[in-house]
């Protein structure tokens, strides 16, 4: 009798140590957080759809049409550090909700900017606005969901709704622009965000973490002078060459980055948590994160491109073509964790990055014709796919390797790496093809053409084709063949840093045991 009453009282204790399993109201809490998931993979991939409209209407430079885009990105990765900290400070649910609101105000400003120099403002308000709202999303999952496997598995959902976002972008923003004009793209934000806000209060718990300090202004200062400055040399650098005032900026941005990191080390509750990259999980995963998401986001603008001015759809045959590459990440996003469960994390992760490589290899071969439609929607599915698989075991990864009570600043990390790989992406990638494009128009310009038409046609290929009424027939050809190589001579990039990110995941994630039915790693 007292070994049964022994091993009843231990099956009790047992019991009282596993994770408590989710219900009706966190899966609708899980439901309702996946809306600002969604508007911001509906901002990435709706936004390089409009290019061709805003070149026409704003009359950006290139340098400013990457400003508009990465502009949010660059911001909210700013940011992002701070408002996850700010969020354990003075409340999730609350930053989450300003954050929505501010991004529907921000929104409707874009929508109805009248000039580049506007329009980037914008976007850089809704960047910071982004900020607010998506460490906020990711610590609160972690708030709901108290299994691994429910909280791998509502990662997974996550990522995948981030990739309805990008699979209805290019899809709902083709169909907008040519029904009406291209501002009506970022009022979709307006009633997402009024939906989210009306229901967030009734759906979603309010954390504030225990030991509350105060938020080193210093330091949010000191990591924008790094990030910033450094981006405008890597910019400079595509459009001018090496100067020497851009490599000052570089210089200066890395300066700050060093002073930033001697802060962190000194400050007794700092904005980022040095100590946390002493674990190798935590660091190897937040590196798979950035460097997956660096070739992606160049990849996406790139593409997006190619099918509008080289292969010459309209815009919403185009996103119907990215909203089919875009499933890829549904796929990722959804299969990862599953199979987590039976294989080791870090060669699912592995085999996902394998699988990029050969995506970026196949937009590597792309020609400039019709033909090779096919071959970039295949080559961007694989890409994609691999994005939805770290994209969503990476986020767990980060967050599983870190302490509870820090639960909001490694969210915010794995975010920041995420939205500023993408920036990454964009502006390095986009910089490298811009810098392939010149240096082949250099050799095709006629000498008899306008100054004008030589500085559109030199600048872009959606300046250039802008004004393609007014050029050679041949010398928009030539300008297609030169945007393709650039085009080709990123995916090549992409796939060497991709073979190189498998091998370091395989190698140094091999020891993360998977997802046991006992929702702990073996």
Known sequence: MTVQCDAGVAKAQDEARLPTKAGVHEWLGMALLALPT???????TFLPMTLPALAIDLQPTSTQALWIIDASGFMLGGFLITMGTLGDRIGRRKLLMIGVASFAVASAIAAFSTSAAMLIAARAALGVAAATLMPSTLALISNLFADPRERALAFGIWTTIFGVGYALGPVVGGYLLEQFWWGATFLLAVPIAAFMLLLAPFLLPEYRAPNRGRIDLLSVAISLSAMLPVIYGIKQVARYGVAPDAIAAIVVGLFFAVLFVRRQRRLSDPLVDIRLFGNKTFSVALIVLLVGLVAVGGTMLLTAQYLQLVAGYAPSVAGLWLGLAAL????????????????RPGFVVAGSLVLSAVGYLMLAGVGHGGA???????GLGLAYLGNGVIAALGTDLVIGAAPPAKAGSASAMSETVQDVGISIGIAV???LATAVYRRAMLYHMPDNLADDKREAVSDSLWTASAIASDLPTRLIEEAQIAFTAGLNGSAIVSAISMTLLAILAAVTLRHVGALGQSGERL
């Open 328 to 343: 890829g990440i549904i796929v990722g996003g959804i299969g990862a964790p599953l199979l987590a469960r039976s294989v």
């Open 429 to 431: 990638l986009g910089s």
């Open 38 to 44: 969604m508007l911001l993979g509906l901002d990435l």
């Open 372 to 378: 090779s439609v096919a071959l970039v929607v295949a």
